[in-house]
């Protein structure tokens, strides 16, 4: 079942702004992941988190991860157009591999 | 890196034929596969895991007589989507595992997907 929850579902920012994504989760995780998805296509690891890490930075993302909370943000700085995609995290438990998504956020950076 | 392939990437059937999806690793050897489906707008559900050289590993909810796996070597797994009707209709993805380390989820990687239109 799907137990990621993702919020918001659709952001519209402008190229230049900082685009901030939030996911929650429902059960215990051993990593979570972030994945981007242009319209039609596969899917494009963007970044992971194991659950005793609390931020990663790769590039011009930043992730963040409470598990407390069960949650994980993902950041994205300085937009551009090319970012325009849908951003699904997804979390692992102790079966590695088998990855639970969530509902992901369609992001669109206008020119 | 490691790349996965799929094919075809699209494919429009008629009511009540079988579709075959290949998802080939082609650097690496995978002895796990997952399927994934997705519908318009919508996240990825995971509907079977392939173990090569064993019987798939279904989701609960999925028909495994609707969708045959089968996963005969290390770089390769078929999605075989039988009598396929429109509601099947749907965006099917594959991952390949690369590696037997604990940290194996830093080494799943995913095919291109494929988009079925059955009409």
């Known amino acids: 079942s799907q137990q990621g929850e993702e919020d918001p579902q659709a952001l519209s920012i402008q190229e230049g702004e900082n685009a901030t994504m939030n996911c929650s989760y429902k059960?215990?995780?051993?990593?979570l992941q972030w994945y981007r998805q242009n319209s039609g296509r596969g899917l494009v690891h963007l970044i992971l988190?194991?659950?005793?890490?609390r931020e990663k930075h790769s590039g011009r993302l930043r992730v963040t991860l409470d598990t407390s909370k069960k949650s994980s943000s993902l950041l994205i700085t300085a937009s551009r157009a090319a970012d325009t995609a849908s951003y699904f995290c997804?979390?692992?438990?102790?079966?590695?591999?088998?990855?639970?998504f969530g509902q992901g956020t369609i992001l669109t950076v206008h020119p | 890196g490691a790349v996965v392939s799929q094919h075809p990437s699209r494919v429009i059937c008629k009511s009540g034929t079988s579709v075959k999806i290949e998802c080939r690793s082609l650097?690496?050897?995978?002895?796990?596969m997952f399927w994934y489906r997705q519908f318009p707008k919508q996240s990825l559900m995971l509907m079977a895991t392939?173990?090569?050289?064993?019987?798939?590993?279904?989701e609960q909810g999925v028909e495994k007589d609707k969708f045959l796996i089968n996963h005969a070597s290390l770089t390769l797994s078929t999605l075989t989507v039988t009598s396929a009707h429109p509601e099947d209709s749907s965006f099917y993805i594959c991952?390949?595992?690369?590696?037997?380390?604990?940290?194996?989820?830093?080494?799943?990687?995913f095919g291109s997907g494929t988009q079925l239109s059955v009409l």
């Open positions: 059960t215990s995780i051993n990593n």
């Open positions: 392939s173990n090569e050289g064993s019987k798939a590993t279904y």
């Open positions: 650097d690496f050897q995978a002895t796990t």
């Open positions: 997804a979390t692992a438990g102790t079966s590695y591999g088998k990855l639970t």
């Open positions: 991952s390949a595992e690369a590696g037997t380390s604990e940290a194996t989820n830093e080494k799943l990687f």
């Open positions: 988190i194991r659950s005793n890490e």
